[in-house]
């Protein structure tokens, strides 16, 4: 089962592979969990197919999958000796936080491993199944076409965007009423959509390795950005673009225990050493206009880069139309995140603040990965046409 409380895409079953299946399944329960490492499950089984032990990965630092699978197989007092493992993710084969998976699994007997992906971790990617051949383990990996790898690379979609690309998998979620709009004329935006759709929202907040909003929210909402309304292990990190530092000592998003990032273009030594004194780390990247002279606002794309050598996956945007039409503008965006309300309030504040397009052809092409009512309102999961293909 996914965590209580979560209503999200990418685990659906069907293959026929039922160990296959129940691994995704128990990677599922890893969801909210094991940030910044993949989410990954493993089931071993008996040449008759019954499961010996099953497992998912653990917070970061602890236990993967497998080692979880093969505990769980003692506990139960069976041997593994001969069996099969069937795992979401190749077994890594490298010294991280923890030791190599590959070699747990051939020094406990394990005969052959099915696994639905390659691990893009450069560390990785295909070491963990030489070692594991080299050892006389029997090894399949599932085709990328197959239904279990696709699902798979969706639970980990952040994860395969940070090795692959260096940057984050960027979700901007936006709630608004049908006409589009986020707020009022007069900025009131509390609450356009349902109770079940914030639920829902914070269930999406819980799966990024961080949270990410503009200063123009900050100082109007005062905003916590946290995860509250869904039960969690861990509080996502939070980013704040920040370009003058104008973010308020006693803005109530401090929270202990939490990470906090803060952008700026425009250096502010006394300020940045009081938030630093919060616990936030100031992060100085000023961005330029395309004659070379500064822009006063914050590189957005080299944030990007900055965060994915800061090991965020998911990175989960909640900002106004500004912030919101710059990733737009820049390209940065992968995905909306997009709950409809049905109402309509005529002039407001946008959804994203872009252009003006001068021929339909530039406009930001989609595809609708989902569609579905949550409580009274329209949830809409719209992808970038072509971000995932890497």
């Not at 599922?28 to 071993?44: E, F, H, I």
């Not at 965007?161 to 004329?185: E, F, I, N, Q, Y």
């Not at 252009?355 to 339909?360: F, K, N, R, S, V």
């Amino acid at each position: 089962m996914v965590p209580k409380g979560i209503n999200q895409e990418g685990l659906k079953w069907g293959a026929p592979d039922v160990e296959g299946e129940t691994a995704l399944q128990l990677a599922g329960r890893s969801l909210y969990l094991t940030s910044p490492n993949p989410r990954v499950g493993c089931v071993l089984t008996a040449t008759d197919g019954t499961i010996l032990g099953q497992g998912h990965t653990q917070r970061a630092g602890g236990p993967h999958a497998e080692i979880m699978a093969l505990r769980d197989a003692a506990e139960r007092g069976h041997s593994v000796v001969g069996a099969t493992a069937y795992v979401t993710l190749e077994p890594c084969s490298h010294h991280g936080r923890t030791g190599p998976c590959c070699d747990a699994l051939v020094q406990a007997g394990i005969k052959k491993v099915v696994a639905t992906n390659t691990d893009p971790n450069p560390l990785v990617s295909g070491q963990g199944f030489a070692r594991l051949r080299a050892a006389g383990v029997e090894v399949d990996v599932l085709p990328p076409e197959h239904p279990l790898a696709i699902q798979s690379r969706e639970l980990n979609i952040g994860f395969f965007s940070r090795m692959v690309r260096k940057t984050p998998w960027v979700r901007m979620k936006v709630a608004a009423t049908l006409d589009g709009k986020t707020a009022l004329a007069n900025g009131v935006s509390q609450w356009i959509t349902s109770p079940e759709a914030r639920t829902d929202g914070h269930a999406w907040r819980a799966r990024a390795c961080a949270v990410l909003t503009g200063i123009g929210t900050v100082l109007q909402d005062r905003p916590r950005l946290d995860v509250r309304l869904v039960e969690t292990p861990r509080q996502p990190h939070l980013v704040i673009v920040d370009s003058n530092l104008e973010t308020p000592l006693d803005a109530p998003l401090f929270i202990a225990g939490r990470a906090v990032f803060i952008y700026a273009a425009a250096q502010n030594d006394a300020k940045s050493t009081a938030l630093q004194a919060l616990g936030a780390t100031v992060i100085y990247l000023p961005g330029t206009k395309p004659d070379g002279s500064p822009s006063g606002k914050v590189d957005l794309a080299a944030m990007l880069r900055d965060l994915g050598q800061r090991e965020i996956n998911e990175l989960h945007l909640e900002a106004g139309h500004k912030l919101n039409g710059s990733f737009i503008r820049e390209g940065l965006v992968d995905e909306l995140l997009v709950y409809l309300a049905p109402k309509m309030v005529g002039m407001g504040a946008d959804m994203a603040s872009f252009g003006p397009l001068t021929e339909l052809s530039q406009a930001l092409p989609l595809t609708f990965k989902s569609t579905g009512m949550v409580g009274p309102d329209l949830r809409i999961v719209a992808r970038v046409t072509g971000r995932d293909d890497f």
